[in-house]
Nanobody, 127 residues
Framework: QGQLVESGGGLVQPGDSLKLSCTVS????????MAWFRQAPGKEREGVSC????????YYADSVKGRFTFSRDNAKNMIFLQGINLKPEDTATYYCATSTAPWYGHSCPPHWDMQYWGKGTLVTVSS
């Protein structure tokens, strides 16, 4: 069974930066998609950023382009999400997710296509 564990959430002020980490179980043999999703109260879970091994590209939601950066450390089986200039609307529970199925879209897959999920880490942006 794949296991993912997020860390790095917390309370930050508008304009601050934050870096989230996710440790991906070594037992997930090959991930075609590695992603960060978020879900705010009362809203649907949305893709924030993802890496697709199918085309080697990294995708971002329009709402975070230029402010969030996705990165990976394959040697440590970890993925990261760095956010700068955080806004109150970034407040959400952030989840890392992976899928072993190839993805041919030019954006992040919908959440129902992801196979493995972490339990999430809460990010609150408030003054």
């Amino acid at each position: 069974q794949g296991q993912l564990v997020e860390s790095g959430g917390g309370l930050v002020q508008p304009g601050d930066s934050l870096k989230l980490s996710c440790t991906v179980s070594e037992f997930i043999a090959e991930n075609f998609v590695m992603a960060w999703f978020r879900q705010a109260p009362g809203k649907e879970r949305e893709g924030v950023s993802c890496f697709s091994a199918t085309d080697g590209e990294t995708y971002y939601a329009d709402s975070v382009k230029g402010r969030f950066t996705f990165s990976r450390d394959n040697a440590k089986n970890m993925i990261f999400l760095q956010g700068i200039n955080l806004k109150p609307e970034d407040t959400a529970t952030y989840y890392c997710a992976t899928s072993t199925a190839p993805w041919y879209g030019h954006s992040c897959p919908p959440h129902w296509d992801m196979q493995y999920w972490g339990k999430g880490t809460l990010v609150t942006v408030s003054s």
